[in-house]
């Protein structure tokens, strides 16, 4: 059974010295800039710069970086493939117009990945809390849901293999294997909502919804480099958008 995929780093890396907030600042900014962007000069720009970032985010071996891409990357090829096959445009057009979706996909969803990759649940629901002012409710709820999710995975692949010890398998049969997928989608999906239950009780009858406000034993600072990542952030931004006026491909969505 392969080992489950862990939310967390699992030792400091460089990029965990940023605060959560501040990476979630950045993403913000290059999300706002990507949604305006219909160009593809100014992804491949900012796709470039969150490249160079993956090994900040303890992200080197090519298995890891498949490990948490490969749904990111099947979306972005999906989404190519759609537009360059019913898209209104012909030829070279048509595949500049799937390249321009995919490689926005591509930077879109990134920033998350590194993001995850780098920082604990546990600091991110810290500095949530304390800087954003996110309810704690939410803030822990969203943390425990976190904490639940590689148990998703660990859970699925135990599905399978008792499946297919008791003689349960779609062979090479697609419709056989879609119905068996479903199936198992569906046990899985009953299962986490009984724990997702059990979860909320338990949280309950810890006082985590006494509406008693709650203080913080970790804390969350913000320091000088939060500042300056967020700056280098807004930088890059205005580099992307600068290189595609310069080479003429600026096209915003809503011209």
Request: proline share 6%; hydrophobic share 55%; with cysteine.
């Amino acid at each position: 059974m392969s080992a489950p995929l862990s939310l967390g780093p699992a030792r400091p890396v460089p990029l965990s010295a940023v605060n959560p907030v501040a990476q979630l600042t950045a993403v913000v900014v290059v999300t706002v800039v990507l949604l305006i962007c219909g160009d593809l000069v100014t992804p491949l720009v900012v796709l470039a710069a969150e490249l160079a970032l993956l090994p900040a985010a303890g992200l080197t071996r090519p298995a890891d970086i498949a490990r948490r891409t490969w749904p990111l990357l099947l979306s972005a090829a999906g989404i190519t493939w759609v537009n360059v096959a019913f898209g209104s445009l012909d030829g070279a057009a048509a595949w500049q117009s799937g390249a321009t979706w995919g490689v926005r996909v591509i930077a879109l969803a990134l920033p998350g990945v590194l993001l995850v990759a780098s920082t604990d649940p546990v600091r991110l629901a810290d500095a949530l809390t304390l800087h954003w002012r996110v309810s704690t409710r939410f803030g822990y709820g969203a943390l425990a849901a976190l904490r639940l999710v590689p148990l998703l995975a660990t859970e699925w692949e135990s599905i399978r293999l008792a499946r297919r010890a008791r003689g349960v398998d779609a062979g090479r049969n697609p419709v056989a294997g879609a119905r068996l997928l479903a199936g198992t989608a569906f046990t899985l999906l009953v299962g986490a909502l009984r724990r997702a239950t059990r979860l909320a009780t338990a949280m309950d009858a810890r006082g985590f919804d006494s509406g008693v406000a709650r203080s913080n034993a970790r804390g969350s600072v913000l320091r000088p480099l939060d500042g300056w990542f967020v700056a280098g952030a807004v930088l890059l931004c205005a580099a992307a958008v600068t290189a595609s006026v310069l080479t003429g491909a600026w096209h915003p969505v809503f011209s």
